[in-house]
């Protein structure tokens, strides 16, 4: 099997923790890509889960301002429905 080089660009600090970390594992970046890459196409999927968690303060501010709007809603429902007649 013939190899190709393939270039990425990434930030310098995670490059380098990704450096320490596989060669703990006892492997080069380039074989943790390549590892990471027969995974994918093995599966036909990438191989660990992606989502766009929100952080728990976010998910706090986000609960409080819901919180905040209904209790306003309720307080003011007569008025609301007064507007709609």
């Given at each position: ?8 660009r990434?930030?310098?600090d ?7 970390l596989?060669?703990q594992l ?60």
């Open positions: 099997m013939a190899n190709i080089n393939v270039t990425i990434m930030d310098r995670l490059k380098k923790e990704a450096d320490d596989f060669r006892g492997m080069s970046f380039t074989t943790a890509v390549t590892v990471f890459a027969q995974q994918a196409v093995r599966e036909k999927r990438i191989p660990f889960d992606i989502s766009l968690r929100q952080d728990r303060a976010k998910a706090a501010t986000n609960a409080e301002v819901e919180r905040i709007s209904n209790k306003f809603l309720d307080e003011n429902k007569i008025a609301y429905q007064e507007l709609g007649k």
